[in-house]
């Protein structure tokens, strides 16, 4: 159904959407991390499908020193966003800061094989990169 500026609602939803991902990222950025997660909040509402706004959450709650919602978050938007790989990745990262090496590396494997069939090779490198640390 068209709009009032007759464009497909799709397009306005989609674009609402980037709105909300780059005003929350500029939020983050501003060192603002209570209000970019409020932004992030209504983007994952929006669009749970999304992988950037699990792993902008994420990120909000590691700023916010939340270590424990930030590995909930990305946990969430690895069962909704599948196959999530950057959430898997983000998690694990979380994960081996808190000592948690078996946890972690058992997330980066999973990471590794949904990056592979994908066959995406920027995915393949962020998981062995992130095996490197």
């Known amino acids: 159904m068209p709009t009032a500026a007759g464009r497909p ?3 306005d939803v ?7 991902y780059a005003t929350g990222h500029w939020l983050l950025l501003q060192d ?7 932004v992030f909040r209504a983007m994952a509402l929006l669009a749970p499908t999304d992988e950037r ?4 959450l994420g990120a909000c709650h590691e700023a ?11 946990g969430t938007g690895r069962t909704l966003a599948r196959p999530a790989v950057r959430c898997d990745v983000a998690r694990a ?3 081996r800061a808190r000592d948690c090496e078996d946890a972690a590396e058992a997330l980066l494997e999973q990471a590794k094989e ?3 069939a994908l066959d995406d090779i920027a995915l393949i490198e962020l998981v062995a990169a992130e095996r490197r640390f």
């Open 32 to 38: 603002r991390a209570g209000d970019a997660a409020c």
């Open 14 to 20: 989609t674009r609402g959407i980037e709105a909300l």
């Open 114 to 116: 949904a990056a592979e």
């Open 53 to 56: 706004s699990w792993l902008a």
């Open 9 to 11: 609602r799709s397009v």
């Open 93 to 95: 990262r979380v994960l």
């Open 64 to 74: 916010l020193g939340q270590p424990s919602q930030a590995i909930q978050m990305y």
